[in-house]
């Protein structure tokens, strides 16, 4: 079938209808594949310009500690992202981050209270700035997908073979060496192993293998750390596919059997299907309007995150490291007595810029950074999750001419408290194995700090706010969900690798369906 797809413009009205997809995240890169690969006209739609993002650094973190243009690399001279930064991941702090979010409250009209949003126009999305930790959800997480563990399984697969995992956490900074060993033949419920990560550990695809030097929370240089935005000029490639960046949709509009996309500054675009990958907020608001759902709550899933720090006596003093790895070394999952299951990740902190932890100090500056110099070495820093179910956050699309976006937040009681549970257990473990739970070090963070956002749109649930096994919003054919919107639970785990499987899987299903005619 044939069909003008830009309405308006002349001497196109024998194009193939595209399928479009919405974002160049890593949801809509993974639904692209299968669509471009069965021969399908897929045009993908950014709101990126073409602003480069700042330059990764280059050297090692000894390098970097030792350079006189340290502090401008390290945190710049931009604003701050919108919030209150306690508590707060030092990656949100570098100039790499706050460029991956700059306009993207303005531009979505969106406001927050009680709740760390975050979101990206960049090409690639969050990818650019994400903490890289790719391990698959275990079957009971899975059973409410269509098909359940077993095409997950296969998707997974499928995903961690494009995108490259293995690389990174290869070279265990000593503290956390200190950890595994001890670890080794306990069985008191503490589930301890070498993260897995999306960071290449050889050359592929134009990316060099991980150096370990130290620099992953200012950009990867050699391109080891997994982007969505790499894999764009292979699917480029393909006669059958087409990118456009600087088309900020901002509506969608029924036409016909098909979808209407109004976007910012640009000619309409009519397509007879669309997927919605523009990352959970933004594809939220996007569907909430063309369900003409306003002034109604939604629920919003995140993972309640706190923070412990730890340290291994027998590091302190040490010299830092010239080279390291700064993201997650080691993955943890923990089952409580009441069955509450709760995962996280381990890091070294010697990568860290020491003013991260000095400036939190009741100690003068420099005596601050003297002290946490010694301990730098020696510290171990663990964050942890619970399942989104203890999350209490709400989304709504306000009517009128504004149509602003707003999300509530909410940490319950029940949440601090369990939050704070598992971190007394986990410390307790812990110091079986060496490292010591700082006193007073356990920090529960404001709701939407883990970035993890999803379930607004669940597949499986009835009524408006939810789609079915294809992601196909309810009351809404060919329009189609396939990032965190749609997941039905969000289990106390990162939750990238799972958007990706499942957005390949329906990217799958679709073009299969597509090329039989369906």
């Known amino acids: 079938m044939r069909w003008c797809y830009r309405c308006g413009c002349s001497g196109v009205a024998d194009v193939p209808v595209p399928i479009v997809i919405i974002g160049s995240g890593p949801a809509g890169i993974s639904a692209a594949w299968p669509l471009v690969e069965a021969g399908l006209p897929v045009l993908m739609l950014d709101a990126s310009d073409a602003t480069p993002l700042p330059a990764a650094p280059g050297g090692t973190i000894g390098e970097m500690r030792r350079g006189p243009d340290r502090a401008r690399i390290m945190f710049g001279d931009q604003p701050p992202l919108p919030?209150?930064?306690?508590?707060?991941?030092?990656?949100?702090?570098?100039?790499?981050?706050?460029?991956?979010?700059?306009?993207?409250?303005?531009?979505?009209?969106?406001?927050?209270?009680?709740?760390?949003?975050?979101?990206?126009?960049?090409?690639?999305?969050?990818?650019?700035?994400?903490?890289?930790m790719a391990s698959p959800w275990d079957d009971a997480?899975?059973?409410?997908?269509?098909?359940?563990?077993?095409?997950?399984?296969?998707?997974?697969?499928?995903?961690?073979?494009?995108?490259?995992?293995?690389?990174?956490?290869?070279?265990?900074?000593?503290?956390?060496?200190?950890?595994?060993?001890?670890?080794?033949?306990?069985?008191?419920?503490?589930?301890?192993?070498?993260?897995?990560?999306?960071?290449?550990?050889?050359?592929?695809?134009?990316?060099?293998?991980?150096?370990?030097?130290?620099?992953?929370l200012w950009g990867c240089d050699r391109r080891s750390i997994y982007n969505a935005a790499y894999e764009l000029p292979a699917l480029q490639r393909h006669a059958n596919f087409t990118y456009r960046r600087g088309q900020y949709v901002r509506e969608i509009l029924p036409d016909g059997a098909g979808h209407r996309l109004i976007i910012d500054g640009a000619e309409p675009i009519c397509a007879a299907r669309v997927i919605l990958a523009a990352g959970t907020i933004t594809t939220t608001a996007l569907a909430l309007r063309r369900l003409g759902a306003f002034d109604e709550d939604v629920p919003l899933l995140s993972n309640p995150l706190a923070a412990l720090a730890t340290l291994v006596p027998g590091q302190i003093g040490?010299?830092?490291?010239?080279?390291?790895?700064?993201?997650?070394?080691?993955?943890?999952?923990?089952?409580?007595?009441?069955?509450?299951?709760?995962?996280?990740?381990?890091?070294?902190?010697?990568?860290?810029?020491?003013?991260?932890?000095?400036?939190?100090?009741?100690?003068?500056?420099?005596?601050?950074?003297?002290?946490?110099?010694?301990?730098?070495?020696?510290?171990?820093?663990?964050?942890?999750?619970?399942?989104?179910?203890?999350?209490?956050?709400?989304?709504?699309?306000?009517?009128?001419?504004?149509?602003?976006?707003?999300?509530?937040?909410?940490?319950?009681?029940?949440?601090?408290?369990?939050?704070?549970?598992?971190?007394?257990?986990?410390?307790?473990?812990?110091?079986?194995?060496?490292?010591?739970?700082?006193?007073?070090?356990?920090?529960?963070?404001?709701p939407g700090t883990d970035i993890h956002y999803a379930g607004t749109l669940p597949m499986g649930a009835t009524g408006r706010f939810g789609c079915g096994p294809d992601g196909t919003l309810n009351n809404c054919p060919n329009l189609h969900i396939v990032d965190g919107a749609c997941l039905p639970v969000l289990p106390a785990q990162h939750c990238t690798l799972t958007i990706m499987a499942n957005a390949d899987r329906i990217g799958r299903e679709l073009a299969a369906r597509w090329v039989a005619g369906g």
């Open 83 to 132: 919030g209150p930064v306690e508590n707060r991941s030092p990656k949100l702090a570098t100039v790499l981050a706050r460029a991956v979010g700059a306009g993207f409250h303005d531009r979505l009209g969106l406001s927050a209270d009680g709740f760390f949003s975050l979101g990206s126009l960049a090409q690639g999305g969050l990818t650019n700035i994400w903490g890289a």
């Open 141 to 216: 997480d899975l059973a409410p997908f269509p098909g359940g563990a077993i095409a997950m399984r296969t998707a997974y697969q499928r995903v961690s073979a494009r995108i490259g995992l293995g690389g990174g956490a290869t070279d265990l900074a000593a503290p956390i060496r200190t950890l595994l060993r001890r670890h080794a033949g306990r069985d008191d419920g503490l589930d301890l192993s070498i993260a897995s990560n999306a960071v290449l550990a050889n050359a592929r695809d134009g990316r060099e293998g991980c150096s370990h030097c130290g620099l992953c």
């Open 318 to 446: 040490a010299a830092l490291p010239e080279r390291s790895f700064s993201l997650a070394q080691l993955q943890f999952g923990l089952t409580m007595a009441d069955q509450v299951r709760s995962a996280g990740t381990l890091y070294a902190a010697d990568t860290l810029p020491l003013s991260v932890i000095a400036d939190r100090l009741p100690l003068s500056r420099p005596l601050a950074l003297r002290f946490v110099r010694a301990l730098m070495p020696a510290l171990v820093l663990a964050t942890f999750f619970l399942p989104g179910s203890f999350s209490r956050n709400r989304i709504r699309l306000a009517s009128g001419s504004t149509r602003r976006v707003t999300i509530q937040g909410e940490q319950p009681p029940e949440t601090r408290a369990a939050l704070r549970k598992v971190g007394r257990q986990l410390g307790k473990k812990l110091r079986q194995r060496g490292a010591y739970a700082l006193p007073g070090s356990l920090t529960v963070a404001e």
